[in-house]
């Protein structure tokens, strides 16, 4: 199965902006489509954004519209989260999670380990 490894998370002010990384092994990735999530202390784990296979498609939850970009480059096995101007509410450890089908709803059945990422109010 895919193991997944993120990493880029860390402490930013808000407004300022962080890339994170998702790097796959044991599988290639074009078979997976992707998930962002994130779970804050207290809260349910949310998918913040999600792509296809092919990149074609994504999707992102209404509170990081405009600000997220979920990418991915298959050739490398990695899937991103670039965020920008962020705000104390995006505070939580980010997981990446993958599918092995493209859709972007259901059930994700990989998941990484987390990386923490810190916005100060």
């Known amino acids: 199965q895919v193991q997944l490894v993120e990493s880029g998370g860390g402490l930013v002010q808000a407004g300022g902006s962080l890339r994170l990384s998702c790097a796959a092994s044991?599988?290639?990735?074009?078979?997976?489509?992707m998930g962002w999530f994130r779970q804050a202390p207290g809260q349910e784990r949310e998918l913040v954004a999600a792509i296809t296979r092919s990149g074609v498609t994504t999707n992102y939850a209404d509170s990081v519209k405009g600000r997220f970009t979920i990418s991915r480059d298959n050739a490398r096995n990695t899937a991103y989260l670039q965020m920008s101007n962020l705000k104390p509410e995006d505070t939580a450890v980010y997981y990446c999670a993958a599918k092995p089908d493209d859709y972007l709803d259901g059930v994700y059945l990989y998941w990484g380990q987390g990386t923490q990422v810190t916005v100060p109010s």
């Open positions: 044991e599988r290639p990735l074009n078979i997976y489509a």
